[in-house]
């Protein structure tokens, strides 16, 4: 990394130029995003100059004109492709839709050619000997003896949109793979872990948020992202697009401040004893954070209960949840703890802020009408069990007039697990002129900060 190589560049049928150029040395790396699993064919189109590539042989199956109209479907366990010049496949392999506005050979020291297909992760070594990293929206030229020579034709960002379960098209950067998985047509989105970013921090925390609350996210979902990126090496993808991962809804939904987030924070993340933290983060705490063994299993140093003054919104506090027995028996059957009928529920214990319930037991009959009593721990456990925003919560109890329970009535505050990051608390933290730094170090206990991903 750092060397000089000389390389060749091809830019849509143009002349080839000589240029020396260095090879980035932090390259920041791809994320794979699953964007669909679905039965239902997928319809796709560029605005700049892709093309379909079978991945298993690596020959381009055809070439996409801007604004064509495409479409994949499932063809038994394969992949057939239909545009305007015909019907393609089927394929059994992934097929990947590849952006190729620019195409380099790269003559490496050892004489061996390497080609690519953008300038991710390459820099332009300049006349002070300093390696700047080349951009896919830059106007790239190059000096030979004769001339300069512009190389990109400046059409701008180069965009797949996708029609998936919505009513329109939605647009993402990068490449986008298909393939056949488990009987559905997946398709996955790849590309840069910075371009990831811009299409989650707006989904994550409103864009007309407070620029360090914004730059806090950013780093906090970089984090997530290249610890999933490290779990999943050898899958067929790292993250989804929804909130198993964290949301992610590509070009359509970026704004300048979220860009300007990402940009202003880019290759920063999170360290503790010099591994990436697990930066947990959620909508609001309702004023406490909790360790993360309360709420989950295992202890972390760094997730640890913390008063949280900052968090103050009018959303999601003093919520209030009224269920019947039957209704609890239907939240609990859901949540796999089968019961016919309850007789009793209590709080067990809280956890460390005093705050959320850690423990909670249910008392009554099962299927088979025998006695059943079940105990239900952690803080996040009893929290998707009973349906509620949030682990802390007050609750008082219904009776009939047989002095039978009836239901209960709950009162809560907060929104998610309470681990990490509250967003309402960086929100409030940067109103008060905190910067994004601080507001990490506050949620977060005993944490650096490095640049360059860690590296």
């Known amino acids: 990394m750092g060397k000089f190589v000389f390389i060749l560049l091809l830019i849509a049928g143009t002349v080839l130029l000589p240029a020396i150029v260095a090879e980035a040395a932090m390259e920041p790396g791809m994320v794979r995003v ?20 079978n991945q298993l ?20 366990s394969q992949l057939q492709f239909k545009g305007p010049g015909g019907s393609y496949g089927p394929y059994g392999g992934p097929v990947v839709l590849q952006n190729y506005k620019i195409h380099i050979n790269i003559l490496a020291g050892n004489k061996e050619v390497v080609e690519k297909n953008s ?89 007309a948020w407070p620029a360090e609350a ?16 490290e779990a999943t090496r050898g899958l067929s993808y790292n993250l989804t697009s929804d909130q198993f991962s964290q949301v992610y809804r590509g070009y359509d939904a970026e704004s300048p401040a979220t860009n300007q987030a990402v940009e202003a924070t880019r290759g920063v993340v999170m360290l503790n004893r010099g591994n990436l933290i697990s930066a947990f983060f959620h909508a609001s705490s309702g004023g406490y954070t909790e360790n993360s063994e309360d709420v989950w299993i295992n202890p ?41 009928n309850i007789a009793d529920i209590e709080i067990v214990a809280r956890t460390a802020s005093g705050a959320r319930v850690k423990k909670l ?37 219904i009776y009939d007039k047989d002095k039978n329970l009836a239901g209960v009535n709950i009162s809560g505050s907060g929104w998610g697990h309470g681990l990490g990051l509250s967003q309402w608390g ?24 490095a640049a360059d991903y860690g590296r």
């Open 57 to 76: 042989t690596g020959k381009v199956i055809a070439k996409i004109g801007k604004d064509e109209s495409w479409q994949v479907k499932l063809e038994g």
């Open 119 to 207: 300038v991710e992760g390459l820099a332009v070594l300049g006349a002070g000997g300093k390696a700047v990293t080349l951009s896919e929206n830059a106007d790239l030229s190059v000096k030979s003896a004769q001339e300069q020579k512009t190389l990109t034709s400046g059409k701008g960002l180069s965009l797949v949109s996708l029609l998936l379960d919505g009513p329109g098209y939605r647009r993402y950067r990068g490449d986008v793979e298909f393939r056949v998985e488990n009987g559905s047509l997946t398709a996955i989105n790849i590309l840069n872990i910075e371009d990831y970013l811009r299409g989650v921090v707006p989904a994550e925390m409103p864009a």
């Open 214 to 229: 914004l730059k806090a996210q950013a780093v906090v979902a970089r984090n997530y992202a290249l610890q999933k990126v």
């Open 426 to 449: 960086a929100y409030g933290m940067a109103r008060q002129g905190y910067s994004y730094r601080d507001i990490l170090k506050y949620y977060y206990s005993g944490i650096d900060f």
């Open 361 to 397: 037991a249910v008392k009554g009959t099962g299927p088979d009408d025998k006695d059943l009593r079940v105990e239900i721990s952690n803080a996040d456990n009893v929290r998707i069990a009973l349906g509620l925003k949030s682990a802390l919560f007050t609750m008082s109890k």
């Open 34 to 53: 699953v964007l669909a699993r679905q039965a239902a064919p997928v319809s796709f189109k560029v605005n700049n100059d892709y093309q379909l590539v």
């Open 300 to 340: 972390l140093p760094y997730i640890k209960h913390k008063n949280d003054p900052y968090d103050k919104n009018e959303m999601h506090y003093n919520w209030q949840v009224s269920y019947t027995i039957a209704q609890l028996v239907e939240l609990l059957n859901k949540a796999g703890y089968k019961f016919k």
